[in-house]
């Protein structure tokens, strides 16, 4: 069968103002929220892409209404209650999906419901959430003993615990964080480094309990709660992209406009400045808790940095664009703590040391880390792995010189449209 490609020439400098589509992250936990509120409530420009659309199918086969509206969603919520599903709950390829619905589903007593995904989903760890959630007092089996999806969950009593977080990951406290919504007494997560904090400003602003002191979190049962709109701002994630891209081609600079710069999110940011890079951002408003502002890239000669491991949870989602940043500056650069992207959408860490050498790039790759010697790459292809992130982070890589992916779809996971916007911003010159 003949695979899709696209053929992207090389790209002139890149100039203008964007905005990306709306942030993933808040997409899935402003739906899921809204779900279980009293009432209507508007999740206003969010993103509309595979995994977000995943939550939105996902949520109406639990009995919530998730009509689309122009650009917006209107949730009509179930006050609390969810309704037990006529058949198996398809979470496509969202990690986020199914780890955060494993939480809200656990406390639903009685209701019934089957978890499962994609290829690459019912490889992804679950354990690190099902453990916790059982010692909660959840009924949940699955694959390898509740490892693996596809999962069964039956909602029973909860109570409440402390849990330290083996790993740092924003998924699993957060399903925890809401299978405390539902539990006897406190529930107290309590991350080792900091991580992405999207669900702890929600509960905040849909009025939700919630007590924060250093790195614990803490929640108990909630009684019903009105719904409220909710603005989602840029996607960062998305974002990051475009900065790179105008970062790596010479003559360029580009303004991402309306974009989260949630501080649990713009670790890349601090990377790319200690590289040298011509970085300048404004944070002009709040939405939901979130800070939103403009970021704006010029192209910059870039120098290899050895990168603090300690940052990495805070831009785990932009170490592929990051890897694409290295293999065009001067000399090394060396990232650690890579372990959590070996269980991403693909092996993140395989995937980003195979397309480097496809486009010439000399990289050493070990369990948790990869060394990347800069200096330019040559043109070639580059393949995605089924993992979004990776098609659009090489597509990055290859621009200044022209680059054929494949499977460009894949980018529609989280950011449909996305050639077309890049495409725009490099004919704009
Ligand atoms: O909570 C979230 O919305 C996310 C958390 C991160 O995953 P982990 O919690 O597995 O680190 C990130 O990689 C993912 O894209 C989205
Ligand atoms: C890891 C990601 O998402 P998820 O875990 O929700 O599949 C991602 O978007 O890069």
């Not at 964080?177 to 904090?197: I, K, M, N, Q, S």
């Not at 601090?270 to 970085?279: E, S, Y």
């Not at 592929?320 to 650069?333: F, R, S």
Request: aromatic share 6%; glycine share 12%; charged share 25%.
């Amino acid at each position: 069968m003949d695979r899709p490609f696209l053929d992207l020439a090389p790209c002139g400098p890149l100039k203008g103002r964007i905005r990306v589509p709306g942030d993933k992250s808040v997409t899935h936990r402003g739906l899921m929220l809204l779900a279980l509120a009293e009432g209507e409530g508007r999740l206003l420009y969010p993103l509309k892409a595979g995994d977000t659309l995943s939550t939105a199918r996902v949520l109406r086969a639990l009995g919530a209404e998730v009509l689309e509206e122009g650009p917006h969603f209107l949730v009509r919520g179930r006050g609390l209650r969810l309704k037990e599903p006529e058949d198996v709950l398809d979470c496509g390829n969202a990690g986020t999906l199914m780890r955060l619905l494993l939480g809200l589903l656990a406390g639903q007593e009685g209701l019934f419901a089957v978890l499962t995904g994609d290829a690459s989903l019912r490889r992804r760890p679950m354990g690190r959430v099902v453990e916790p959630l059982r010692a909660m007092g959840a009924r949940v089996e699955g694959r390898e003993g509740g490892k693996r999806a596809p999962l069964a969950v039956r909602g029973g009593p909860l109570k409440g615990i402390r849990y330290t977080l083996p790993v740092p990951s924003a998924q699993v406290k957060s399903a925890l964080l809401l299978a405390g919504l539902f539990a006897e007494g406190e529930t107290e997560v309590e991350e080792p480094t900091p991580t992405r904090d999207h669900t702890e400003r929600l509960f905040r602003h849909f009025g939700l309990p919630l007590e924060v002191e250093g790195r614990k979190v803490r929640t108990w049962r909630t009684g019903p709660f009105p719904a409220k709109d909710l603005v989602v701002p840029g996607d960062f994630s998305s974002a990051a992209f475009f900065l790179v891209a105008a970062l790596l081609v010479p003559g360029s600079e580009v303004v991402v406009e309306g974009v989260g710069l949630n501080p649990t999110r713009t670790g890349l940011l601090t990377v790319l400045k200690a590289m040298g890079a011509d970085l300048e951002w404004r944070v002009l408003e709040g939405e939901a808790g979130e800070p939103v502002g403009w970021v704006r890239a010029r192209y910059s000669p870039l120098q290899g940095v050895s990168v603090d491991p300690g940052l990495i949870p805070l831009m785990v989602d932009e170490v592929p664009v990051l890897a694409a940043a290295a293999a065009w500056a001067e000399g090394e650069t060396h990232i650690p703590g890579l372990s959590e992207l070996r269980v991403k959408e693909s092996d993140r860490v395989a995937a980003i040391a195979q397309n480097l050498r496809a486009l010439g790039v000399e990289v050493e790759e070990g369990p948790d880390w990869l060394r990347i010697q800069g200096g330019g790459v040559r043109g070639g292809e580059v393949e995605p792995f089924h993992d979004h992130r990776i098609a659009m982070a090489f597509a990055v890589a290859g621009l200044p010189v022209g680059v054929r992916v494949w499977e460009p779809d894949w980018a529609e996971i989280s950011y449909p449209g996305f050639f077309r916007d890049l495409l725009r911003l490099c004919a704009a010159s």
